[in-house]
């Protein structure tokens, strides 16, 4: 502790008034009253290491005429409730590691500063419902243990909760974050409400032990969370983090004009990916889930590589890239190739109009098993896999059949192929017949 220390008694923390060297809470009611009357409203109130009561606090704060400036209170204890109605504090508020043994009630408190209330521990209700500071608000390493209320709150520069623990339910519906909001590491118990929360907000490897909903207008970063129940996250014209995300319940993440990256998410249960506008997923690589849903999204710069199992992806209303079309000519066999416009993969690039392989790691054999294995709801779009699982099969040169297959019948999924080699066959045949007919008649007249 950085502060002279109660003189009362060697376990008392509370930091020593002058001249008496004691802290309020063992003063005389005479001290107290003398000291009380000498504050003065605005300035900076040091209750440091101070165990306050209800009526002690009322005290303190009716001497300040609900008017204070800084603030310092690390490691005060508050054995009584905590009701902050109308209080302003001009000047930065500290109240590291306190305790709070009833209910903390910041409601209709204004704070023109920042507010710490890092290490702190709330053994109940925990509410900052509406309340508006200018400054930063920091929770890191907080224990709530029940509820905590931060709908309507109003974080001008931002809120930080690294770390923290929420044991009961939380909400921040409707939540201004201004600079972002930190929840790196956080632990929730029972339900999140994240719903129609404004600003950024990053959850890295956050835990959600119980169903979370998340909304936010803002940056959403959700990498290396790990989610025990329901996970459902709503986001508009943004971008989602998923990479790395583990959920054991059922997922949704609904897009609006947003982008989301599930690059290596474990996702256990029914997951539904959709979108509305502009949405798409720009990566679904090594990401593992047996039920996966994707509806209404951009998909042609999604990367599909490493996905654990692509036969438990249903597409359907999907945009995927598309290969270019028109003849090329090249050294290699067969020199004349002409190319029809198909969907395809983001794996598979298009280099001199021809589609390849381009992505580092991606054999013509795991395109191939994307390609068989996923499920697109219209036929179009699945024709056209169908044909890309057998082109990357020939492409990989492991037999003999895929190549006279593409080049006789188009894998027999491209009639147009089919029907040119029979009208070059009967044209051929015509033109034998006549020939050998022209050959007879001027034998026989000579």
């Known amino acids: 502790m950085d502060w002279v220390t109660c003189a009362y008694s060697a376990a008392c923390t509370g930091v020593a008034t002058r001249p008496s060297g004691l802290c309020l809470a063992h003063l005389s009611p005479e001290q107290l009253s003398e000291t009380l009357a000498g504050v003065v409203p605005g300035r900076l109130l040091d209750l440091r290491g101070t165990t306050l009561t209800g009526d002690l606090l009322g005290r303190v704060l009716e001497a300040t005429g609900g008017r204070l400036g800084r603030a310092r209170m690390e490691r005060a204890r508050f054995t009584g409730d905590v009701r902050l109605s109308g209080v302003t504090f001009g000047g930065d508020v500290s109240l590291d590691d306190a305790r709070f043994d009833r209910l903390a009630s910041f409601f209709g408190a204004r704070f023109e500063g920042n507010v710490s209330l890092a290490g702190a521990r709330f053994a109940r209700e925990l509410s900052f419902h509406g309340v508006a500071v200018r400054g930063h608000v920091s929770l890191d390493r907080a224990v709530m243990s029940r509820d905590a209320l931060f ?64 909304s936010a207008t803002g940056r959403l970063s959700l990498a290396r969370a790990r989610a025990d129940a329901t996970l459902d996250v709503t986001v508009a014209r943004c971008g989602v983090d998923l990479r790395g995300v583990e959920v054991a319940g059922a997922t949704a993440v609904k897009l609006t004009d947003s982008s989301a990256d599930l690059e290596g998410a474990v996702l256990r249960g029914p997951a539904v990916v959709s979108g509305r506008g502009r949405s798409g997923v720009s990566s679904l690589r090594e990401v593992q889930a047996a039920d996966l849903t994707l509806h209404g999204l951009d998909l042609s710069a999604c990367r599909f590589a490493g996905l654990a199992h692509p036969a438990g992806v249903r597409v359907k209303d999907c945009v995927f890239a598309l290969t270019p079309r028109g003849v090329q000519v090249s050294l290699r066999w067969p020199v004349l190739r002409w190319f029809s416009r198909r969907s395809v993969l983001a794996d598979e690039r298009g280099a001199a109009g021809e589609p390849v392989s381009g992505e580092q790691g991606v054999s013509p054999e795991t395109l191939a098993a994307l390609y068989a294995g996923l499920r697109p709801s219209d036929r179009a779009t699945a024709a056209d896999f169908a044909f890309a699982a057998m082109e990357m099969r020939r492409r990989a040169g492991r037999h003999w059949w895929p190549p006279a297959s593409w080049l006789l019948l188009g894998y027999g999924l491209r009639v147009g192929r089919t029907a040119g080699w029979l009208t070059a066959l009967a044209t051929v045949a015509v033109v034998a017949v006549l020939w050998a007919s022209a050959g007879h008649a001027s034998a026989v007249h000579p």
């Open 151 to 214: 709908s309507q709150a109003d974080f001008g520069h931002g809120l930080s909760c690294e770390r923290a623990r929420f044991d009961g339910y939380a909400t921040f519906d409707g939540a201004r974050l201004g600079a972002g909001a930190a929840f790196r590491g956080a632990r929730f118990g029972r339900t999140l409400s994240f719903r129609k929360v404004s600003g950024n907000a990053a959850f890295e490897a956050a835990h959600f032990a119980a169903d979370a909903y998340l």
